[in-house]
């Protein structure tokens, strides 16, 4: 084959590997440009109270730097991340360890334990709600049937928090377990080998060992749970709406009602795109971590 | 010149220029006038909206227009119809909306399209214009404009146990003073009773909150400026505040509608205060039906002023199509409509018909029926459509007020931060324009 | 020396014990949800919660009778598996190209659209589909989904690919295959589980989502999860309805779930590792 010919094949390739991703680029694009401008454009609107609409400079992003709720909601955000990102990766590497080791377990079963995140949040999230209940919900119930005291769960504002993280970690742990079953059932049997041959106890086979290589195949699934918990909003939307008091207004949640509840559309755009960005920047930060930690 | 246009041009007063263009003609009112039109209406899937559509094949037939409906619960029909008309769009032709809320806001904003003319020209003669509760009428009334028609009266009234209060040797409470103390017999007297139950969730606290306010004789605001920290004020604060913390439920901060009738509806609580509407959800399964009374909020200082306010509907200033809109504003609103509706239990905003024979045998077969008409009775006629401030952001005045309520529940403040703390927010809450 | 079968031994029960525990706390709640379903709709709120009821289906009833439960799931179908569809006949082809060439910038790009708030997407997407006269069309609901369900099949895919020889290409190449061709004649049938992975994971994402649905659908189109918010209005809640509507809406996702746990494992196992 000629030089000429080669770099003809490699150009056509080019072009056919480029109209290959094309429809999905070009259907993106074509979705978000649109919202991403006009929303960028009506962050910069004033509808006063009233609805009426003029142009308001950088009004709505000077606001958001002295508005209480909106430091207090990065605030609320970021702990409820924290907590909740904690959580579903400790007990899903966890189910994912009593996953692998229960080697014949019935499909069937196995699904079972999966199901959580296959439900619409909205349901778990009305299921929760009267689950928890405090005077009518059957948590309290087995909590006062076994002498412990009662909750008030979504009802107090020291608790909401760590509920509202328990329900998210009820529906996300199993999902961070299923990926992290898939990195463990990817490493070579060989590294377990050497280990059993060093006599290491089975604790120590696990920290030395197996969390060091399945560490990638966590960030990962820190990332894909990033995304949605610091954009939390499906559950405390169905369940407590921010209260009470603001004790869960979280920045989408507060976002959510200056737009749609005080009907303050600017306003909500400019608090929408800085949650954005929070994300976005979040996204790229976990990103070189994976970087730093891929074998 | 016809009948039609003289009285539109007749400057007559309000009731007489119903009189005369509905009489002038009544006969030849053409219900068809629309035949083939489709009109859209963004529905509340509450009782009231349910209730009303159940009639909606009477409409089409008596039209030959077709309604199509898009109904949601409160909190999304609401993003639905910001959604809509922040985009201008004609989709939606009728809505229904709460003017006690929404109303000053949606009206600046320029939503609402005005019915004052339509509601006296093109109504048929058996509309009654003037048979509606002029209260609600004035609260669906902005800068002269009436911007939606009322569909129903509705308010909290207080729903009591009366096997528990006899028990516990207590009276039916007359004032807000007796029922603090008949909470607290019924404390001491049976442990495992909530004594009391109210709004606790932020937004919502406004509505109940209001009531003992006016009852107490506070006003939300005075010279301009917000006044929850005058002694009424800080008065109603500590009282519905304390009433809550020492005789309501544990987690009562996230109570709203769904959870108050559910406690009281399965025996667990001896009083609740709650809306009218909720009758039937409390009535579910019969069992409250025999040891239930229903009474307005006891009086305070200033006697008893409830809280009555509607839900309306009203025709979308984009529609292109107001007048087709209008004719089903006017057939839901209509007397005949609202007394068959009355008889699936929504308060209806007419006098007229609250007399009518056929609701009132309704009323009559239950007791505790009767206690709710005679309550409904008390709240159109002395009743007060302000609930939280009365300015356009509205919404977000409530929510200032359930911070507070929710502060002093929680013990977190006292009543003078927590009033001080809620009238600085909601003086730059008055202030914005 | 019989120690080691009994350290064996027991780490075999305490492993059961701890599958026991997980198995619980997982499934409780679902448990407890599909039994309110069958209890009478009052006695969902009872307390103490009643374990012991006579079940009956009046819940499922009512649903049935009041609400156009089935046209709504024929809604909530259309729009799942057109997103679905979409997502994959745009996503395979892109996860295929981004493998090859390393350029990783149109995953990247089609992933941003999760970034950002769902709500914020509300208002601008009403007025570009109605610019169209789209509202109320299942088409703008399918494609607001496919924003969701593109990059899921475009991440999950992406590993896969990664994980087919260079060699395989190279040899089908000298033979004159185009690209497009080693992508429909070799690459697809080497990652069948992870494309069967994709358009699971899509289906549960698509039918689980409600905000889109709320402002771009109408009373015709409207979508399941959009329609369950209706029974928890004021003077209608009814608690075992929603139970009832709650248990009837998991369901699809759940059944799909068992059919291809297998699957799911092994095909999330690439997507995680190598992604």
């Known amino acids: 084959m000629s030089d000429a010919a080669a770099t003809l094949t490699q150009d056509r390739q080019r072009l056919e590997l480029s109209a290959l991703s094309a429809p999905a680029v070009i259907f993106t694009v074509a979705m978000i440009a649109f919202p991403v401008v006009y929303t960028i454009w009506l962050g910069f609107q004033s509808f006063s109270s009233t609805g009426k609409q003029s142009f308001a400079g950088i009004a709505n992003y000077s606001k958001l730097a002295s508005d209480y709720e909106f430091w207090h909601g990065l605030w609320i955000t970021i702990a409820l991340y924290i907590l909740a990102l904690v959580l579903q990766l400790v007990f899903g590497v966890w189910l994912a360890l009593v996953l692998f080791h229960a080697k014949r377990l019935p499909g069937i079963v196995r699904s079972m334990f999966i199901s959580p995140f296959m439900m619409p949040p909205v349901v778990a999230g009305m299921m929760w709600l009267v689950i928890l209940d405090p005077s009518l919900g059957a948590a309290n119930y087995i909590l006062q049937s076994l002498g412990l005291p009662p909750s008030e769960w979504l009802a107090s504002p020291t608790w909401v928090i760590p509920t509202v993280a328990l329900i998210d970690s009820w529906q996300w742990t199993p999902y961070v377990a299923l990926i992290v079953l898939g990195g463990l059932q990817s490493l070579p049997p060989s590294v377990y080998e050497a280990a059993q041959i060093d006599g290491a106890s089975p604790f120590k086979t696990f920290q030395r060992i197996t969390l060091p290589l399945l560490l990638p195949t966590i960030v990962t699934a820190a990332i894909l749970r990033s995304v949605d918990l610091l954009r939390f909003f499906d559950i405390i939307y169905i369940t407590t709406q921010g209260g009470p008091g603001n004790a869960s207004n979280t920045l989408n949640v507060y976002g959510f009602r200056v737009g749609f509840e005080f009907f303050n559309i600017g306003y909500a755009s400019a608090l929408m795109l800085t949650l954005t960005a929070i994300v976005f920047g979040a996204v790229l930060a976990f990103n070189r971590l994976r970087g730093a930690v891929a074998w | ?433 | 020396m019989t120690d080691a079968p009994t350290t064996d031994r027991w780490i075999r029960y305490l492993n059961l014990l701890q599958l026991a525990l997980a198995g619980i706390i997982i499934l409780a709640p679902t448990v407890w949800m599909v039994l309110s379903s069958l209890k009478p709709s009052f006695e969902v709120t009872a307390y103490p919660p009643t374990l012991v009821f006579t079940p009956t289906l009046e819940n499922y009833v009512q649903l049935m009778k009041t609400t156009p439960f089935a046209s709504y799931a024929v809604n909530s179908l259309i729009v799942t598996i057109g997103s679905t569809s979409l997502g994959l006949l745009f996503g395979i082809p892109a996860a295929f190209a981004v493998s090859w060439t390393r350029v990783s910038w149109p995953a990247i790009l089609t992933l941003a659209a999760r970034m950002a708030p769902g709500t914020l997407f509300l208002l601008p997407w009403y007025v570009m589909f109605r610019q169209v006269g789209m509202i109320g069309s299942y088409t703008a609901l399918i494609l607001s989904h496919a924003v969701i369900t593109l990059p899921i099949v475009i991440w999950v895919l992406l590993p896969s690919f990664d994980g087919i020889p260079r060699s395989v290409y190279e040899a089908a190449q000298v033979d004159g295959c185009s690209v497009t061709r080693i992508l429909w004649r070799i690459a697809l049938p080497l990652v069948g589980s992870g494309i069967a992975v994709a358009a699971i994971l899509a289906f549960v994402f698509s039918w689980n989502y409600f905000l889109f649905a709320l402002v771009l659908s109408n009373g015709d189109s409207k979508t399941l999860i959009a329609a369950a918010f209706n029974f928890i209005g004021e003077g209608s809640t009814q608690w075992g309805a929603l139970m009832a509507a709650a248990t009837l809406i998991a369901l699809p996702p759940l059944i799909l779930a068992a059919l291809v746990q297998r699957w799911l494992v092994s095909g999330l196992t690439l997507g995680a590792v190598k992604g």
């Open chain 2, 1 to 433: 010149m016809n009948a039609r246009m003289f009285a539109a041009r007749a400057a007559l007063p309000v009731v007489a220029a119903v009189a005369v263009g509905a009489q002038a003609h009544a006969a030849d009112f053409d219900w068809k006038k629309f035949q083939g039109k489709t009109v859209t209406f963004l529905a509340n899937n509450n009782p009231v909206g349910l209730a009303l559509l159940t009639y909606k094949a009477d409409f089409e037939k008596l039209t030959g227009m077709t309604l199509k409906v898009d109904g949601y619960q409160e909190q999304q029909m609401r993003q639905r119809l910001v959604t809509v008309m922040n985009a201008r769009s004609d989709e939606v032709d009728v809505f229904m909306t709460l003017p006690s809320r929404e109303g000053e806001q949606f009206a600046a904003a320029g939503w609402y399209a005005d019915l004052s003319a339509m509601s006296k020209n093109e109504a048929a003669a058996e509309y009654d214009l003037a048979g509606l509760s002029q209260a609600l009428l004035k609260a669906g009334t902005f800068n002269g404009k009436l911007t939606s028609m009322p569909m129903n009266i509705e308010g909290p009234i207080l729903y009591y146990r009366t096997d528990i209060l006899k028990k516990c040797g207590v009276e039916k409470p007359a004032t807000i003073k007796d029922l603090e103390a008949a909470a607290q017999k019924i404390k001491a007297c049976d442990s495992t009773i909530t004594p009391f139950v109210s709004r606790g969730l932020k937004p919502a606290v406004a509505y109940t909150f209001s009531n003992m306010l006016h009852n107490i004789g506070g006003t939300y605001m005075a010279n301009g400026k917000s006044n929850l920290c005058s002694p009424k004020g800080k008065q109603t604060l500590d009282t519905y505040s304390r009433l809550l913390r020492e005789y309501g439920p544990p987690g009562v901060v996230n109570y709203s509608f769904q959870q108050i009738s559910a406690l009281y509806r399965g025996g667990r609580a001896a009083m609740s205060f709650e809306s009218s509407n909720e009758l039937r959800t409390v009535m579910d399964g019969g069992e409250r039906l025999k040891d239930t009374g229903l009474a307005p909020f006891p009086a305070g200082e200033a006697g008893q002023v409830p809280t009555a306010i509607g839900w309306g509907i009203a025709v979308s200033a984009y529609s292109r199509q107001p007048e087709a809109a209008w004719y089903f504003v006017q057939w839901a609103t209509s007397p005949e409509i609202q007394k068959r509706m009355a008889l699936q239990g929504i308060a209806p905003p007419r006098p007229a018909v609250a007399n009518d024979p056929e609701y009132r045998k309704w009323i009559d077969a239950e007791p505790v029926r009767k206690e709710w008409q005679a309550a409904l009775d008390v709240l159109a006629t002395k009743g007060s459509s302000e609930v939280g401030y009365p300015i356009v952001a509205n919404p977000q005045s409530r929510e200032f007020i359930g911070q507070a309520v929710q502060d002093l529940i929680l013990k977190q403040k006292t009543v003078d931060q927590a009033c001080a703390e809620a009238d600085k927010a909601l003086d730059a809450l008055i202030a914005q324009k």
